[in-house]
């Protein structure tokens, strides 16, 4: 099992609607947890971070993390074309002061 | 602020060449630092991280290694480049929480 796991997509939203990103990781002990955000040809950007249980808020972006079993969520409210993007899920690695990345969920928001 | 520079931004290399890619950080002292590379649409390898002068450790073995030879400088070498070697390649660094927060990228060719 992967220890970060992504739905690849592309996850295809109309602008205006909710898009929602999700990831399952398998270190049941992580207790942190981010969202990146790559546009095509750039380097990832750090839009979230999450570190207990619930929701997180920030602007149009929630994070939502349930330990329990073990997934975190990314919603954007009101997808914006600008919002075309891969998002990427991160947990810290086992044994290891790194992050470890999911593959990334490309979204495509249309106009 | 914190300001990540990377060098070169591009860089085509024929096969068996030498490499040499360079990492700064500014604005913060002792660092961890990272180097991934990124295949085109692929996800994030992790190379190399450090957490401080002359602390490397090696995530992948290949024909990469990685020094940092000061406290806010991560530099990447190959002595004989692979085709294989192409990709995007991203520093990264974090202070004392897992928060990574990546520079440009360089983006190498190997023909």
């Known amino acids: 099992q992967k220890e970060v796991e992504q739905n690849s997509g592309p996850l295809s939203v109309p602008e205006g609607a909710i898009a929602s990103l999700n990831c399952t990781y398998s270190?049941?002990?992580?207790?942190?947890f981010f969202w990146y955000r790559q546009y095509s040809g750039k380097s990832p950007e750090l839009i979230m971070s999450?570190?207990?249980?619930g929701d997180k808020e920030d602007g149009r972006f929630t994070a939502q993390l349930n330990k329990a079993s073990q997934y975190v969520s990314l919603l954007i409210r009101d997808s914006q074309p600008s919002d075309s993007a891969t998002y990427l899920c991160a947990v810290p690695g086992t044994g290891r002061r790194a992050l470890t990345f999911g593959s990334g969920t490309r979204l495509q928001v249309q106009p | 602020s914190q300001t990540i520079h990377q060098w070169p931004a591009t860089l085509v290399q024929p096969v068996g060449s030498p490499l040499s890619l360079e990492c700064t950080v500014e604005g913060t002292s002792n660092p961890n630092l990272y180097w991934y590379r990124q295949a085109a649409g692929r996800g994030l390898q992790l190379l190399f991280y450090?957490?401080?002068?002359?602390?490397i450790s090696s995530e992948v073995p290949q024909n990469l290694s990685a020094s940092r030879p000061q406290d806010r400088q991560f530099i990447l070498s190959s002595k004989k480049l692979l085709l294989s070697d192409s990709g995007f390649y991203l520093c990264?660094?974090?202070?004392?929480?897992?928060?990574?927060?990546f520079g440009p990228g360089t983006r190498l060719t190997v023909t």
């Open positions: 999450i570190y207990s249980n």
């Open positions: 270190d049941r002990g992580s207790q942190s």
């Open positions: 990264a660094w974090s202070g004392s929480i897992y928060e990574q927060y």
């Open positions: 450090s957490v401080g002068i002359g602390q």
